[in-house]
């Protein structure tokens, strides 16, 4: 990025606002989150989370004169409308794992009660994204990032979508000794078919001997990981763990401190389900790679 190009987006009146707006927004749905109790905690839940983006949105476009608003403006409203479908798959499947629940139980009480569930996952790809552009900034990981290439012809990648469904096979079959397959399973079905697409892919990059997407979104997702639970861990409508063979090993806030690993292969499949509808949705183009 040209100095230049920086500097004016530092001097845009629209970074400050939007830091300052996002930040007022943050602090008040925060605290409203950690004391507020019922249907309202919902929407200071979604109201936390928006003002996280908003504020990180500002930073990225400080620090590196362009960012998820600046590029999609009412765009940008795509990612968090097609974050609803994508996490109530995970929903579905955690019918089958039961590897966390949500106290007070109440979700599946009314058709209001899903629209407000559905209000909190709106947010979900809108943070994992603008946190993947916000490690983007940092030197050292928006630099490129050139290393061994993986050798996967074409035959290969077709033949990973197979991995992919019997992983889903698996966790169906065995789901509380597979439940760890669930977060790799969208990304083994679609990445390969991006790949083989000319989309934007995962393994298209490692097949090119490029690491720095996957590396930067491997790095964003701990931090996502870190403020999910840390925000979930003294609200009232909080979401609890089950996860065999790990409830007395260590934990950070609700989570086992190893379950954080979940999160990497997460944001893969994150990455893979939005390029595999993004562009006949016309959803904004991502920057978290150093060539983007």
Avoid at 171 to 182: G, S
Wanted: hydrophobic share 55%; with cysteine.
């Amino acid at each position: 990025m040209k100095a230049s190009t920086t500097a004016s987006a530092a001097l845009s009146p629209s970074v400050p606002v939007r830091l300052v707006v996002g930040g007022l927004l943050l602090a008040a749905a925060w605290s409203a989150y950690w004391s507020w109790e019922g249907a309202a905690v919902h929407v200071a839940f979604f109201g936390t989370w928006l003002g996280y983006i908003l504020s990180a949105d500002a930073v990225v476009l400080y620090r590196t004169g362009t960012s998820p608003l600046l590029r999609a403006r009412w765009a940008f409203v795509g990612v968090f409308a097609i974050s609803v479908p994508f996490w109530w798959i995970y929903e579905g499947l955690n019918l089958i794992t039961d590897n966390w629940d949500y106290a007070p139980r109440h979700w599946e009480e009314s058709a209001g009660s899903a629209l407000l569930f559905s209000l909190d996952f709106a947010t979900v790809l809108p943070g994992l994204f603008v946190t993947a552009e916000l490690v983007r900034s940092i030197k050292f990981f928006g630099m490129p990032w050139s290393g061994g290439l993986v050798p996967l012809a074409a035959p290969a990648l077709r033949s990973i979508p197979i991995v992919g469904l019997a992983a889903l096979t698996a966790v169906l079959m065995w789901p509380h000794l597979m439940y760890p397959l669930v977060w790799l399973v969208l990304f083994l079905l679609l990445d390969p078919v991006n790949a083989l697409a000319g989309r934007p892919s995962l393994f298209d990059n490692l097949i090119r001997g490029r690491w720095d997407t996957i590396v930067t979104l491997s790095a964003a997702s701990p931090v996502c990981g870190f403020l999910w639970e840390m925000w979930n861990s003294r609200s009232s409508l909080r979401w609890i763990y089950h996860v065999p063979g790990f409830e007395d090993s260590v934990h950070l806030f609700q989570m086992p401190l190893v379950g954080y690993a979940g999160y990497v292969p997460f944001i893969w499949s994150a990455y893979a389900a939005y390029h595999f509808v993004r562009a006949p949705l016309r959803l904004p183009h991502l920057r978290v790679g150093a060539d983007d």
